[in-house]
């Protein structure tokens, strides 16, 4: 069950026991990666608690952190669906090109298929921050380009701590 906060005419707020979720880390992985979350197609809160029970379940990974879920409209490509996002945080050992993989892998299970920019996607994991690396090669940058100008990021991760 969620509990539904209006913020303003375009973006609502959803609370379920797993968004927001906080536990203290366990594991003695090296790294740790704040991972947005987003998609417009089916039931995106659904997809969000199975993704969430596939990286608790998954090794080599933990996961510390959920955010809230935040409905928005879509940018860039307009005539779709509003979109729900989310944030989670992580503790991973995997360098950010591999966990990136993992993410890409993550993508493709849950039935995301690449077909234009800013396209209707059923999941959309991108890597926000990864420690304090800054990364800048053709297939990712990190920190995200775009974060810090993204309601459907800024929102979410105001009740996640880094």
């Known amino acids: 069950m969620y509990v539904k906060r209006t913020l303003n005419d375009e973006l609502s707020t959803f609370k379920s026991s797993l968004f927001p979720y906080k536990r203290k880390s366990n594991a003695s992985f090296r790294y740790k990666a704040v991972v947005g979350l987003g ?3 089916t ?3 659904r997809r969000f608690e199975r993704l969430f029970f596939e990286i608790k379940r998954a090794v080599g990974i933990e996961l510390l952190q959920t955010s809230l879920i935040l409905k928005n409209p879509p940018f860039g490509f307009k005539p779709q669906d509003d979109f729900f996002n989310s944030i989670m945080v992580v503790k991973t050992n995997s360098q950010p090109r591999i966990f990136l993989n993992y993410l890409m892998r993550l993508e493709k299970k849950f039935g995301r298929k690449r077909s234009f920019a800013n396209a209707p996607r059923t999941l959309d994991l991108d890597i926000i921050f990864f420690d304090d690396r800054i990364v800048n090669t053709a ?7 775009a974060w810090s100008t993204r309601q459907s990021v800024l ?8």
Not at 139 to 145: A, E
Not at 155 to 162: F, K, M, N, Q
Request: a neutral charge.
């Open 139 to 145: 297939k990712l940058t990190i920190p995200h380009p």
């Open 155 to 162: 929102i979410p991760l105001e009740g996640v701590s880094l």
């Open 43 to 45: 039931d995106v809160r």
């Open 39 to 41: 998609g417009n197609v």
